[in-house]
C-alpha cells in the first residue's frame, strides 16, 4: 500500500521549535518531489514548501521564509519540514504530499498525500 505518514506535530509555544517528518512507504521518494501544504480552520489549503526530488532545489512561502526550512533523506526515504519562530498564524493541519517529477508541481498535481498532523502555536 502506497502511503505517507506525517509526525511530529503538537502544542508549541510562539517561539518555540518543531520538526514534522514524512515518511514514505510502499514506494521509494527519490524520484518525488515533495510539497508541504497546510489548511488553518476556515482557509484554504496553502503551500508551504517544496524540494526536489534530489533535495537540490527548494521553495518557500513567503510567510515561513527564513523560519523553515525543508530537507530530504532518500536513504531513509523521509522528508523533513524544521519550523522555527512559530508563530500563531503557523496553526494548521501540515500535510506532505508527493509527484513524481524533479520539481514542484501546482498543488492539484501531487499524487499522493498524508493523512496530516496538526501544528498548534499558542501560549
Known amino acids: 500500500q502506497l502511503q505517507l505518514v506525517e509526525s511530529g506535530g503538537g502544542l508549541v509555544q510562539p517561539g518555540g521549535s518543531l520538526r514534522l517528518s514524512c515518511a514514505a512507504s510502499?514506494?521509494?521518494?527519490?524520484?518525488?518531489?515533495i510539497g508541504w501544504f497546510r489548511q488553518a480552520p476556515g482557509k484554504e489549503r496553502e503551500k508551504v514548501s517544496c524540494?526536489?526530488?534530489?533535495?537540490?532545489?527548494?521553495d518557500y512561502a513567503n510567510s515561513v521564509k527564513g523560519r523553515f526550512t525543508i530537507s530530504r533523506d532518500n536513504a531513509k526515504n523521509t522528508v523533513y519540514l524544521q519550523m522555527n519562530s512559530l508563530k500563531p498564524e503557523d496553526t494548521a493541519i501540515y500535510y506532505c504530499?508527493?509527484?513524481?517529477?524533479?520539481?514542484?508541481?501546482?498543488?492539484?498535481?501531487?499524487?499522493?498525500w498524508g493523512q496530516g498532523t496538526q501544528v498548534t502555536v499558542s501560549s
Open positions: 504530499a508527493a509527484d513524481r517529477v524533479y520539481y514542484c508541481s501546482p498543488q492539484y498535481e501531487y499524487d499522493y
Open positions: 510502499g514506494f521509494t521518494l527519490d524520484v518525488y518531489a
Open positions: 524540494i526536489s526530488s534530489s533535495g537540490g532545489d527548494t
